[in-house]
Structure formats: structure tokens, C-alpha cells
């Protein structure tokens, strides 16, 4: 029995096949005659411009779409693997973001592609859009350094561990690192192919594309059995900055994928953010140069960096806290006169103060504090460095041999 | 021979030892009355704050301004150093911009010492202000990093290799790799210490600081036999990020001097640059944050950018440039039809027209190009990718190479 859903959807398959996804014109006859009546259109020839035409002619060549559209829903249903299309409860709304980028002089081909997928396949249990409501991307070189996978699995672990739902692109290097992590942490993984979702690449991942499976997805916009041509990963990456609340680039080159990831991510509003490295990487140099060109692209160390940007309000990172060193309870004229008391032996009050060149009433209050906070003692009739061996209380040794440490280790700040 | 030039001098090195340099009302005093009278009124107990009127009386116990001053003079003369009034040719006129920072409510005594020098003491040949004109500050953290130093040495060699003074704090970590850095470059380096000329600290960099007074130049505000005081390494800060075009930090932990450093050259109107490093190092968390904090702190992992920052008008620094990669040179459509082409094997117009999603007349176009170019040969009635074998020409075979191992390579970007 066939429904019109069902129509619909072998319509929007057959779009997806007839001609490559994120396609302005395509996306146009679709919102303006629905996905059945644009496949007519294209299909008949009507209408287009002639690069389309030419485009849609060549491939009509090989097969019949609506032919290709059922065997591809039955390979898909072999192998657990399911469609979404935007009729559906489960599509993600925030695709349909991509709207925005549309209308804009484009440089190049990839650049024209960013109209929002027609359909979606998809392998895994749980909900799309539920997976990835509360999403982050974590993306980045395929040839990663070790420094750029600890950092991108340690994301995506304590991210995982939030509960955030980890998105990146199934690659070697980061990408598998993310999605390592978030494993590892029980959380959700999501992967964005460029291929179909029966053939995952790259193959050396295979073992990780069956965990992610297990308990993530696996997505495409490209029928099962889709080659992941070069040109594909780029319009690839447009879903996974639309569909993720920010993007986190761990490590690229100076020319990457991960930037256009980013750049899309910018260009939708999501939040662009990326972690920098040793200047002497070359996996760093993209990083640091998206930070350089790019005021609102935010540096990022950790998690708590990332929470501010993607979390709730209010989310605050808190301020990095230095060692404390006992010096910092002190006020300025305190430490002053501290400074003064020489490493060894005692000093009098008039020799402190002459020495902190602070007056003699103030230096003698300051003197009397630093007594009682156990940082100096009384001797041979002045002031001395309290060492371990004469204080007396176990606050007192700590404090006293941090004064000590801080001074002998040449007490520059 | 006793001239008032002579006074003038005696009486700014008087004051340098009778109050802390920096002092906001000392410096309002020698603005008003010029420095003599300035001195005789701070010695009189005259119209000053009472906490200016104690310390004064407090140093005037251990002896006479004057006679001080004339010791410190005959101190230096026999150590082979100079004093440098305003007053005098070489007074390094940027120094005086440190007046900007007056006025403003302080929240600590450090930040009320923000006035400019009275006085500098000064160890090696070269003019001061000459020294000084084209210089840039690479300050960092005591406790860096190999990382830190390499990257420390490496710019400030480079600068120095273009005629860069650089100027730090001689400390240990990344102050006295950027010395060195110079040094072996042949380049002007001066170290502005926080204590006298005569006994530079810390002692463990002796044979750095005879290296920088046989080259370049060691200053200080305060006379010969004067201690590093913990205080004095903040006051000093000022006069680094003052005399310098920008201020490079390389590393610095969460709490640290560079950071002072910085702030005092952003708000001096100087370049604030920083040069990231790994997320997981400690000594990169100053740097990270001072990026995070201040849009106007300049991300900088190179000579090129730091020039971009300090040098002429114009000096942009290259863009990095990935590894050129044979598709780059292609336009879209060519390289979706290379694409298209079987990694074994050939395939005829129309299939491969079909694959990649254009008509067949601009598919026969760029198959023509890529054959020409070395991509492609014609082989069982269809076109193939050309192997290093069937290649001809050297430039045919370099480039069919770089194709084929793109495409082995993953092919993703």
C-alpha cells in the first residue's frame, strides 16, 4: 500500500540521487512544488538551468530514480538502517538552518551546495533529533598529533559525561578521537558520513563505526552504496555545523575541512570555537590562524570553555587560580615588609622599616601580623624568617615554609 | 666642578633611593618644582601624605640622600656604568608615555607605582634611546617550558637577525632564552633588572649578563648594590612594556608577571601579543586567558606576525599555505570528474559524465584538460588515472603521482 508519505519520500531519495545534495536549485523547485512534482520537473527536463539539466541527463543515463529510490529504502532495510525525511517526527530541525546561507554569491561549487538535505539515512537507535538536540561538534585533522587526540577524546569524554551528544565526522585523527571519547564515556556519538551508512568510511574505522552504531548513529545524506567522493565531505560538513549548538576545532592544518566546518558554523550562528596548540605543529596552524582572522571565534582549553559557549546561561567558566602562595593573603605594605627581613639572621624594627621604606608605626603593625600568621619570629631582639624547626603549629609550618620557598626560589612574580 | 646639571642628576638619584620609583607624587613633586626642590621637600617632611612622610623618614634613618647618591655614582663609575637623567641625550623618550597611566584609582600599591623613572642606571655601550628605538619586549615565565624556550630563542634570533633590539627581564626561562636568542643572532639585547647594575639577579644568569654588557645593555631604576625585592620586579614591568613597540608573552602560568607586562603595554598603546601553546601545559594557561580576556591581544605564532604588529606599515604576513595538492589546481567540475574516474580500471565518457553529476559535453571538456595535464590517459576505449608507468614526462608523472596519493590518501579534505 503506498501512501503519499510514502511518495514523498521516494521522491526525496531520488533527489538526493538524481542530483548531488545541498543543491539551491533543487531545494528551490522543492519548496516551490513539493519533492514530487520538482523530481517530475527535473526529470522531464522542465525549467532548469543548463548545467542542471545537463547534470541530471547524465545520470538518468544509469538508472531509473524512482527504481534507485526503492532498491536503495530495501538495501537500507537489509542492513537496520532506516530514512528520515523533514515530514518525519525525528528530523532535526536545525538543518533547516541552512536556509540562511543560501542566496549568496558562491566562489566555487561547494560553496553553492549549502541548501539543507532532503532526506537523511540513518543507522542507530535513537531518535535523530533527540540525539542531537543537545549536540556539540568536535572536528578536526585527520593527521592529529597525539596532543591534538588527548585533547579531543578529553573533550568529548567529559562533554559525553554532561551529556552533550558528541557529532563529528567519522575520520582518523580527531574525529575518531571525539567519538572515542564520548564512547567511552557511555554517551551518545553521532557520525556524519560522506558515504552511505552501509559502507562507512574510512574502513580502517570499521570496528568504530559498529560501536557508534550500537549506541549512536551513523547519518548520510547519500544513499547506502554512495562512494565518499572528495567533493562530498565538503558539503557533508555544512549538516554538522548546522545540526551542533557550536564546533570545536581541536587541530587542523593551514588548508582544512575542519575551517569550512567552522566557517559554516559561523555563517549559521552556532558557536565557532577552537583549541590551540604548540606553534611549532603544523596541525596547529589552522587553528591559530581561524583565531587570528576571526574575532568571534572563541579559544578554547576545556570543557569549561565550551559549557560557556554552548550550555545554559550562566554556565560561567571559572577563573584559572594560580598557586596559592602564602604571600597573596598579604597585603602590599605586608609583603613589603616581609621582603625586608633578611634570609638569614634577624633585623630590628628601624632597620625593616628603613629597608621597606615604609614608617615606623605602620611596619612595626605589619610585623606584629606577620608574627601571629607564623610567616617571621622574634630573635636576638628583631624580626627573623620563621623556619619549619621553630614553628609550632602545623598551619604555621606550611605557611612559613611557603614564605621560605617563594623567597628562595628568587621571588619574581 | 659642581653644575646644576650635576644637582639635577644627584638629586633624581637621591630620589630613586629615598622612595620607590614609580611613585605617583614624587613624580607630581618633580613636575612641580623640578627634582632638587622636589628632594628638599621630601626631606623637610614637606606637604606630603602621611604615609609618603613615614617612609621617607623611615629610609632617611639609614642615611643621607645626598652622600647615597654620590656613593651610587662612584659605585657605578668604578663597575663601568652610567646614569641617564631625562635630561640627557639618551633618555629613551618612550618611557615618558608612562604618564598616561596616572591618575587612575589603583587597586593595589603596585598599580599607584606606575610613574616614569627618574633616573636609569646604565651597563654596556650602546645609547640608550638608540638601543631602545626599534625594540620589542619577549617576556615569559620563569619556570618555562623547552617549548617555550625554543619558541623564545627561535623570535627573538629572527628579530634580532632584522634589527630588533630585544628587551626582557633577564629571569630564567623565557627572559634569558630571548636574550640568547639575540646574542647569537649578533643582536642588541637589554636586560631591565629589578635590582642594581652592578649585581644582576638571578646569579645563576652572571655569564648571560656580562654577555648582554659586552654587547647590548643591563638598566635599572634602582642604584648599584640595590636587592631584588619581590615588589621591584612589578614596578620594573612598567619601563619593559614603556620602551618597547609591543610585548611578546610566551608563556606564563595563570598568575604571572608577563601578564602584567601585557597589561601595562595595552594600556600604553603598545602591541600585546601572545604566543599560544599546548592546552595541556601550565605554562600556556596565562597565555590562553590573556587571548580569552582581551580581543585586542594579538594571537602571534611567528616573526611574520609579530612584525604584521610592530614593524612599517604594510610588513602583512604571508598567508601559511597548505601542501599544494594537484586538485588545487582544478576548478570544481574538473575535479568532480576526476573524482569520478575508477581507482582501477578505465570508464567511458557517459558513465563518468553519470558519476559525477554533469552534462556529458563539459565532462568530455575537463577530460580533455585532465588528460593534457597528466591526470588521466585514454585506455580501453574510456579514460583512466595515469600511473607513474604510463606517465611521460617529468612534470606528467609528478603530478599523477600527487593525484593518485591524494585519492589513496583518503581524498577527504
Redesign the interface.
Known amino acids: 500500500m503506498s501512501t503519499r508519505h510514502d511518495h514523498v519520500r521516494l521522491a526525496r531519495i531520488a533527489l538526493h540521487w538524481l ?2 545534495p545541498g543543491n539551491e536549485t533543487v531545494h528551490r523547485m522543492v519548496n516551490a512544488n513539493g519533492p514530487i512534482r520538482a523530481l517530475e520537473r527535473l526529470v522531464e527536463g522542465d525549467a532548469l538551468d ?2 542542471l ?3 541530471v ?6 538508472g531509473n530514480p524512482h527504481e534507485i529510490a526503492e532498491a536503495a529504502i530495501a538495501r537500507a532495510e537489509r542492513l537496520g538502517a532506516r530514512i528520515v525525511v523533514p515530514e518525519d517526527g525525528e528530523w532535526p530541525q536545525p538543518v533547516r538552518d541552512l536556509t540562511r546561507l543560501l542566496g549568496r554569491t558562491a566562489d ?3 560553496d553553492r551546495d549549502l541548501a539543507p538535505p532532503l532526506c537523511l539515512w540513518v543507522r542507530g537507535a535513537p531518535p535523530l533529533d533527540e540525539a542531537l538536540d543537545r549536540s556539540v561538534a568536535v572536528v578536526g585533522a ?1 593527521a592529529a598529533t597525539s ?1 591534538g587526540e ?2 579531543a577524546t578529553t573533550l568529548a569524554y567529559q562533554l559525553a559525561e554532561r551529556e552533550w551528544t558528541i557529532v563529528s ?1 567519522g ?2 585523527g580527531i574525529d575518531a578521537a571525539a567519538h572515542r571519547g564520548a564512547l567511552s564515556a557511555g554517551g551518545l556519538t553521532v557520525a556524519v558520513l ?1 558515504c552511505g551508512v552501509d559502507r562507512p ?2 574502513a580502517g574505522n570499521t570496528a568504530l563505526f559498529d560501536r557508534i552504531a550500537e549506541s549512536g548513529l551513523l547519518i548520510s545524506e547519500w544513499p547506502p552504496g554512495s562512494d ?4 562530498r ?2 558539503i557533508r560538513n555544512r549538516v554538522i555545523a548546522a545540526a551542533t549548538r557550536g564546533t570545536v576545532v581541536v587541530e587542523a ?5 575542519a575551517s ?1 566546518t567552522l566557517r559554516r558554523a559561523r555563517a549559521l550562528g552556532r558557536r565557532p570555537m577552537v ?6 605543529s603544523a596541525m ?3 587553528c ?2 581561524m ?2 582572522d576571526h ?1 568571534e571565534v ?2 578554547v ?2 570543557i569549561d ?1 565550551v559549557l560557556e559557549e554552548i550550555g545554559p546561561i550562566g554556565e560561567l567558566a571559572p ?5 596559592e602562595r602564602p ?1 597573596d593573603v598579604l597585603d ?2 605586608s ?2 615588609v616581609l ?2 627581613v633578611p634570609r638569614r639572621g634577624a633585623a630590628g624594627l ?2 625593616l ?11 612595626m603593625r605589619k610585623l606584629t601580623l606577620l608574627e601571629s600568621l607564623g610567616f617571621l619570629t622574634r630573635r636576638e631582639g628583631g624580626y627573623a624568617l620563621a623556619t619549619k624547626a621553630r614553628a609550632t603549629s602545623k598551619t604555621a609550618t606550611k605557611t612559613a615554609k611557603g614564605a621560605k620557598a ?2 628562595s626560589s ?4
Open positions: 542530483v548531488e543548463g548545467e539539466r545537463g547534470a541527463a547524465a545520470r538518468m543515463q544509469t566555487s561549487r561547494v585527520r596532543y588527548h585533547v565526522g575520520a582518523y560522506a568510511y574510512p565518499p567522493l572528495r567533493h565531505f565538503l592544518s593551514a588548508r582544512s575541512g569550512q583549541v590551540p596548540g604548540p606553534v611549532t596547529s596552524v589552522g591559530h590562524e583565531l587570528r574575532p572563541r579559544l582549553t576545556g570553555h577563573r584559572p587560580r594560580g598557586v604571600h602590599a605594605e609583603a613589603l621582603e625586608s628601624d632597620e622599616a628603613a629597608r621597606a621604606g615604609i614608617d615606623v608605626r605602620t611596619t617563594a623567597r628568587g621571588a619574581a612574580p
